[in-house]
């Protein structure tokens, strides 16, 4: 007799104990013949619209409970299934689409808006749940083949590698893995016989490891939920988009250095290794600056051009730049400039837009300075418009006028922006107004005055009528996180102290901040040395950046999420040796998993 295929193995134990609880968690729970006669409902759809042998079924589901009866139908019908993670970007998600080209899509309405516009035949998750709940649908016989459900059918695609790739492994590679997974008793069969097929390399085997479980007769939770008897269960599915821990603050890294000495490539490491290690551990994003002609912050002249390389070494993270000085570009050429790295990260762009502060930066177009605010905010109206698909009417190089759309079109249907402030009120105001994000900073206001501000912001968001939600504020703080104090004041006094006095603006704020009022300029450089060793010690000590241990910088995020803070950008590249940075990113993590998380 052949062995069974998984979906007949889940119908035998079906039908031995119909009652017993298969699927468990956030307070709901589905029995073995409830989740058969989810799966017999999907089987009969999928069937109808053409599922068969070797037919790829992708599926996009956000609630883990709902998964198995998704999966079952799919190799209930003869088909293979392929497994999307719906908490990447959109892009991303029209990228694998495209890539795996399945017939049918196996998805939830809730997941609606994040699939691409073009797309296969849809199979609504929930009409067919709903259609099994409301009847009993019948159940096949636990020995009956079906069509396709051979021990050479293809049953299922894994993604390999973090890309495009894919590894298909038949029912009879299944049933193997099962066997695998029964000789050990389910301690490292996955990885054991992973490792055999050349899977340990990224796969994702926790599908195939839910369905060992559910058809030996386990009751399977979703990630991070526990049974009664305490026993941590295994994850299985993809993340929810909204699953998960949340936190109440979210991290990200932030560069914009002084880099009179060393060389560019190993500051641009640094950017590139961060980007990575923050991909990998889920920070929420990477912010490039813009800056001309001068060492501080000078290997940043476009941040579009970094972004793309950011984009081609990252999969999750959101590129953004903070910022783009709109009034020194053409709106029609940045609008170009980020569709473009919109398509390369799969829709992870943002773009935050300052006015301009360095009037020698102004060389690039000196009409714009005097009325840069102005500027601004209709450079921000224009890119908005093109980014949509609308059409600009301009005048061409023969004197006629040229109807103009940006090429390529962007993956996002809306650029997530955000307008930078340096302190004034009027600009928190003017983000509000604009239904923009705000990047802000410490230097030179405390938490306290930063919770006015925000306030402020929230106000005109609201009065402006903008959509649900309340806006979005980002912080840029100085970091550097070790288990030890003195380790910290080791590797930073020295390049902090020497990055503040090559700001004229930073060091003007902290001059003020000890009760000096003279320009710090004039001061010589012992008095200079003072100055800077006293803004050092009041800087750290009044948490104005995240310098210290994972403990001590505890207290700076508690100040922020009171002042209604959203997400700390955490600026790493400020003197301390690149090497150094990278080992301490490990720590700056550990302060990021230990945040609160208050829901949202």
């Not at 035998?12 to 989740?35: D, L």
């Not at 109808?48 to 019908?77: K, Q, S, Y």
């Not at 009027?426 to 802000?440: H, M, S, W």
Request: one cysteine or more; a neutral charge; charged letters at 20%.
């Amino acid at each position: 007799m052949p062995e069974r295929t998984v979906h007949q193995q889940f119908a035998a134990r079906a039908a031995a104990a119909p009652g017993a609880v298969a699927v468990a968690g956030g307070g709901r729970e589905a029995s073995y013949a409830e989740v058969e006669r989810g799966a017999a409902a999907v089987a009969g759809r999928l069937r109808a619209l053409g599922v068969g042998p070797e037919t790829l079924v992708a599926v996009a589901v956000d609630r883990p409970l709902d998964l198995p009866a998704a999966l079952l139908g799919i190799l209930a019908a003869g088909g293979a299934y392929l497994l999307l993670d719906p908490a990447v970007p959109p892009g991303r998600l029209a990228q694998q689409l495209a890539a795996c080209r399945p017939a049918v899509i196996v998805a939830q309405r809730s997941l609606a808006r994040r699939l691409p516009p073009r797309l296969p035949p849809v199979l609504w998750l929930e009409e067919a749940l709903g259609e099994a709940a409301g009847a009993e649908a019948k159940r096949p016989e636990a020995g009956a083949e079906l069509p396709g459900a051979t021990s050479d059918a293809l049953a299922c695609a894994l993604p390999v590698g973090g890309g495009d790739g894919m590894i298909r492994l038949t029912h009879g590679n299944l049933v193997d893995f099962f066997a695998a997974m029964d000789a050990a008793g389910g301690d490292g069969g996955a990885g054991a016989w992973m490792a055999a097929m050349g899977l340990a390399g990224g796969a994702d085997g926790g599908s195939l490891e839910m369905l060992w479980r559910l058809c030996r007769g386990c009751r399977v939770t979703p990630r991070g939920e526990r049974e009664g008897s305490g026993a941590a269960r295994p994850a299985f599915g993809p993340p929810a988009v909204a699953g998960g821990r949340e936190r109440d603050l979210d991290f990200s890294l932030f560069y914009f250095g002084n880099y009179a000495a060393g060389r560019a490539a190993d500051h641009y490491r640094l950017v590139l290794e961060g980007a990575r290690f923050a991909d990998r551990q889920g920070f929420r994003a990477i912010w490039t600056p813009e800056r001309h002609f001068h060492e501080f912050g000078g290997l940043f002249p476009n941040p579009a051009v970094l972004a793309a390389a950011i984009a081609v070494v990252t999969e999750r993270l959101q590129i953004r730049a903070g910022s783009v000085v709109l009034p020194l570009h053409d709106p029609l050429r940045v609008a170009e400039e980020w569709s473009l790295v919109d398509n390369l990260s799969g829709g992870r762009t943002g773009v935050s837009f300052a006015s301009g502060w360095h009037a020698n930066d102004f060389v690039l177009r000196p009409g714009a300075y005097a009325d840069r605010h102005e500027i601004m905010r209709r450079g921000i109206d224009t890119v908005r418009r093109l980014w949509r698909g609308e059409a600009l009417r301009l005048p061409g190089g023969a004197g006629n006028e040229v109807e103009v759309r940006i090429y390529p079109r962007p993956v996002q249907a809306e650029l997530p922006i955000w307008v930078t402030a340096a302190g004034s009120p009027e600009t928190f105001r003017l983000a509000g107004e604009l239904g923009a994000g705000v990047l802000t900073h410490l230097l030179g206001q405390d938490a306290a005055e930063i919770a006015g501000k925000i306030a402020a912001y929230r106000g005109a968001w609201r009065e402006a009528g903008h959509g649900p939600g309340a806006g979005w504020v980002t912080v840029m703080l100085h970091a550097y996180v070790a288990p030890h104090l003195a380790a910290v004041h080791a590797a930073v006094r020295e390049p902090l102290s020497a990055y503040l006095k090559t700001s004229f603006g930073l060091l003007r704020s902290l001059a003020a901040s000890v009760g000096l009022d003279s320009d710090p300029r004039q001061l010589g450089a012992a008095e200079l040395d003072l100055l800077v060793a006293r803004a050092y010690d009041r800087y750290v000590a009044s948490g104005a950046g995240l310098i210290g241990t994972p403990e001590s910088c505890a207290a700076t995020l508690e100040r922020l999420r009171a002042a209604g803070v959203d997400e700390v950008a955490c600026l790493i590249d400020f003197g301390v040796g690149t090497d150094q940075v990278l080992a301490s990113l490990p720590h700056l993590d550990e302060l990021r998993r230990r945040s609160p998380a208050p829901q949202k």
